[in-house]
């Protein structure tokens, strides 16, 4: 009923944590930036970014290079890379619409069951926040599919909010590590890379 609303007109700015020689041939143009395809990835396929907070992908940088890894891609010298992004047809799970379009989506999936016959997966973690979203991204990736299937506009970007972390202090209603991400599905969508202005505080 709202479909003209969908299409969100505006830019905005996302940080991907990543290794600085990534980050250096991402601005340059000389490598891609990939889309993750993770079972995971609790916003399903895409290119991720922090919406509006370098702070909060630098983080996660630094968290990776402090695991072991022998991936071709690990971060051993962590950095961030600045994109500008326009958000294009979002599904923004922030918005009533797309929320309920979600929930469709689990109901149909929930039904029918997944594509191999085996049960839904479910989301995983030691945590409250559950970092392992692997039922979020099957619900995901089956409402793209609905979309396709009943010839409806591909998303091209997904937005939520993701309350990460303990309370920021006792008894809050924040997280330590609150932020918002976009998973850019559509690469063209992603306008320009820069290399963000560190300032001193």
């Not at 490598?31 to 290119?47: F, R, V």
């Not at 923004?92 to 929320?99: K, V």
């Not at 972390?165 to 820069?194: D, M, W």
């Amino acid at each position: 009923m709202w479909d003209l609303y969908q299409n969100q007109p505006t830019f905005v700015l996302g940080f991907h944590g990543c290794d600085a020689a990534i980050a250096e041939k991402i601005v340059s143009g000389a490598e891609p930036i990939l889309q993750s395809n993770k079972p995971y990835d609790w916003l399903g396929s895409g290119a991720y970014f922090w919406e509006s907070s370098p702070h909060r992908a630098m983080e996660w940088a630094v968290d990776m290079a402090q695991r072991p890894s022998t991936h071709p891609r690990r971060v051993q010298t962590p950095a961030v890379v600045g994109a500008i992004i326009d958000l294009g047809n979002c599904c923004n799970l922030f918005d009533s619409a797309a929320l309920d379009e979600l929930r469709k989506a689990w109901e149909t999936l929930d039904l029918i069951g997944m594509p191999d016959g085996s049960p839904l997966p479910e989301n995983k973690g030691h945590t409250p926040d559950r970092l392992g979203r692997y039922l979020d991204r099957a619900v995901i990736e089956f409402m793209h599919q609905l979309r396709e299937l009943n010839g409806l506009p591909a998303y091209d970007t997904v937005r939520a909010a993701f309350p990460e972390g303990g309370e920021l202090y006792p008894n809050a209603g924040f997280t330590a590590r609150s932020h918002i991400q976009i998973a850019v599905r559509n690469l063209r969508c992603i306008k320009g890379y820069f290399k963000p202005i560190a300032t001193s505080a």
